[in-house]
């Protein structure tokens, strides 16, 4: 146990978890900064860094009440891919009859861009939440279902042959044994799932909102007012980067015994 | 039933054939009487084991010996009730088997164990499967694991213990419930030889200590010899029985037995049925 003890006490010496990536951030803006002087790149194509920031600070609350309905649209269709994409990955991975009919329909689905079927959504469900909602769920479902459908069909025959000689029903070991399996993958699936489902909610807004995140980019980029589109920019980053690690917390939780968390696990012991 | 062997491996001397005299038939124990197994695939039906006759007694242990691919493990299963034998009927305890009946504990290659429950929780898992109480197991599932030397690791998570550590407590899953029959698939196959030894001396104590029936697939033909009341020799594919020995060696057995003389013309005698078929892998 000496050994996760110091690495656990070197981590927290440089919090490793955060201070790296920021650390490098900063060297990006600095290069950025950096960039825009030594060629003089002009305002109206990227940006000083400063302006970002000074827009920011200015704009912040027009900003945050505008990235509000982009949340609830990426929270609401990343909740609808995981309510519909692991029991479908249950179905697919279950029954080799509907994963000879659905599975390579749902590939082929992937292949059409969101992007470009976005304003049939905007023609549906008018210019409200909806057709958001429907864009992240569209972009995140996917990733759910392949990473889901993985992990399901990982499991080993033989746990599961001895279970069922143990005379569990179905679903006693399907509870007991193939869904907990299951988990590793469906939480990975559902990491890329969070973000993706940012770049739809923010996909849906482009092509026909008058509220979010997105909206204030189309906006900015129609009157040349870049820093506001940048700083729209770091704020749906920052969005990306917050859900992913609520998403990762709540994966932390629930599997505590996966080998990825177990250096957690000595150090809590 | 007469074993098939090839005339030049007749077993000599005080070695003999086990044959029906030696089984007493009956109700208990387990009789398989014309079983065989083909699978059917694409490129036509694969035969698996071809029909089999012989019977397992109530506290007997039984070893079975193979090539790869012999059909071992699908007799394993065929006795478990996960599958349908092709033709033939498997009694257990004079009851036919068509469905998991639960009266077994199985041990694999491999562990199994579950990594998100502790240990203990791994092993109450067929009081889990099986609906039965489990606060009446619960005793039951810490003393088995006393028996075995895990007493004060109930409460840790599988990959904290050592691969042998693992497959004890795999062992005590397959007793919890009490089942008449063990099936045991290669158990040490994954051990190192020095924790194997000591496994099969431990495992040896626990059959005699349990009086369970147990059935052992292996590939080491000394484990064979030291662990079996009779062992049975089995064919390459599609697997047939090629004989049936008797081992005689007095019980309780230590390791020193392995240089007996009737030990060694044991493992002799079986290893030509490998070395006139090819290797033994």
């Known amino acids: ?269 | 039933m007469k074993p098939a062997l090839s005339p030049t491996i007749r077993p000599r001397g005080h070695l003999r054939l086990a044959t029906e005299e030696t089984a007493h038939g009956g109700a208990s124990g387990i009789q398989l009487s014309g079983v065989s197994k083909t699978y059917r695939s694409r490129e036509g039906d694969v035969p698996s084991l071809r029909p089999l006759d012989f019977h397992i007694n109530e506290g007997e242990f039984f070893v079975v010996v193979g090539p790869s691919g012999c059909g071992k493990s699908t007799l394993l299963k065929m006795i478990s009730g996960l599958l349908p034998p092709s033709t033939g009927e498997i009694k257990v305890e004079g009851v036919p088997v068509t469905k998991p009946h639960g009266n077994v504990g199985i041990v694999f290659q491999s562990a199994m164990l579950l990594p998100w429950r502790t240990v203990l929780s791994n092993v109450m898992l067929p009081i889990d499967m099986k609906r039965l109480p489990r606060d009446k197991y619960l005793p039951r599932a810490r003393e088995l694991l006393k028996t075995v030397g895990l007493e004060g690791f109930e409460n840790k998570l599988p990959w904290q213990l050592s691969g042998g550590m693992q497959q004890r407590a795999s062992i005590c899953r397959a007793l919890v419930h009490d089942p008449k029959i063990m099936l045991m698939d290669e158990p040490f196959g994954a051990l190192d030889a020095m924790t194997r030894e000591k496994m099969n001396v431990e495992l040896q104590r626990i059959q005699r200590e349990t009086g369970k029936t147990v059935l052992l697939i292996t590939h080491s033909i000394p484990e064979a010899v030291f662990l079996a009341d009779r062992i049975l020799v089995m064919t390459e594919r599609p697997g047939a029985i090629a004989a049936i020995y008797d081992v005689p060696l007095p019980r309780p057995r230590t390791l020193d037995i392995m240089a007996d003389p009737l030990f060694i013309a044991l493992t002799q005698t079986i290893r030509q049925h490998f070395s006139s078929q090819g290797a033994l892998d």
């Open chain 1, 1 to 269: 146990m000496a050994e996760p003890a110091v690495m656990a006490k070197g981590s927290r010496l440089l919090n490793a978890a955060w201070i790296r990536p920021f650390l490098f951030l900063v060297l990006i803006v600095a290069a950025w900064d950096l960039s825009i002087r030594l060629f003089h790149i002009p305002a109206y194509q990227i940006p000083a860094p400063v302006d970002v920031v000074k827009v920011l600070w200015t704009d912040w609350p027009e900003l945050l009440s505008q990235s509000w309905p982009t949340t609830y649209a990426t929270i609401a269709g990343f909740l609808l891919s995981a309510l519909f994409g692991i029991p479908a990955a249950m179905l697919i991975a279950g029954s080799k009859t509907v994963e000879s009919y659905v599975y390579p329909l749902l590939v082929f689905s992937q292949s059409i861009p969101k992007v470009a079927i976005a304003p049939l959504f905007v023609v549906w469900f008018g210019f409200g939440i909806l057709p958001k909602v429907i864009c992240a769920f569209l972009l995140g479902f996917f990733p759910v279902v392949v990473s889901a459908v993985q992990g399901f069909k990982s499991v080993d025959p033989d746990m599961v042959d001895l279970a069922r000689a143990m005379q569990g029903s179905r679903t006693n070991v399907f509870l007991a044994i193939n869904l907990p399996h299951a988990m590793p993958a469906i939480f990975s699936g559902l990491k890329v799932s969070i973000t993706l489902a940012v770049v739809g909610a923010v996909v849906g807004e482009f092509v026909g909102s008058n509220s979010g995140i997105g909206y204030v980019m189309q906006r900015s980029i129609g009157t040349f007012d870049l820093p506001t589109m940048f700083a729209a920019l770091v704020i749906l980053a920052l969005l990306g980067v917050i859900l992913f690690w609520v998403v990762d917390r709540i994966e932390r939780l629930v599997i505590p015994w996966h080998s990825s968390q177990r250096a957690d696990i000595v150090i809590a012991a």
